[in-house]
């Protein structure tokens, strides 16, 4: 059975930063793409960023590009966000999203989803 847990959500003022965790349990990592998305209340889910588990290419949406990074630590099937200048824009729920099965990284079908750990951004 495949579980995504999400944590490092918190609490940060505007220019600061923080590094999420996706850890992928009971998933075979070879060939998938996991990405990050968020979603505020009211809006539509955004895909923040995505990286292929064999390649190690990755992509990002254009409203993170230079201050988001996603990487894999292979060993430990563990994927990270780290987030750099953040923004109260940035406040969201964000959730870790694996295996994707059809579609784009960012408007795809995924097989599996996180919970969810929570970023709030104050000016």
């Known amino acids: 059975q495949v579980q995504l847990v999400e944590s490092g959500g918190g609490s940060v003022q505007a220019g600061g930063s923080l590094r999420l965790s996706c850890v992928a349990s009971?998933?075979?990592?070879?060939?998938?793409?996991i990405s990050w998305f968020r979603q505020t209340p009211g809006k539509e889910r955004e895909g923040v960023a995505t990286?292929?588990?064999?390649?190690?290419?990755?992509w990002y949406a254009d409203s993170v590009k230079g201050r988001f990074t996603i990487t894999q630590d292979k060993a430990k099937t563990t994927v990270y966000l780290q987030m750099n200048i953040l923004k109260p824009e940035d406040t969201a729920m964000y959730y870790c999203?694996?295996?994707?099965?059809?579609?784009?990284?960012?408007?795809?079908?995924?097989?599996?989803w996180g919970q969810g750990t929570q970023v709030t951004v104050s000016s």
């Open positions: 990286i292929h588990t064999t390649v190690r290419s990755t």
């Open positions: 009971g998933l075979a990592y070879r060939d998938k793409f």
């Open positions: 999203a694996a295996d994707l099965s059809s579609g784009t990284w960012y408007g795809g079908v995924y097989k599996y």
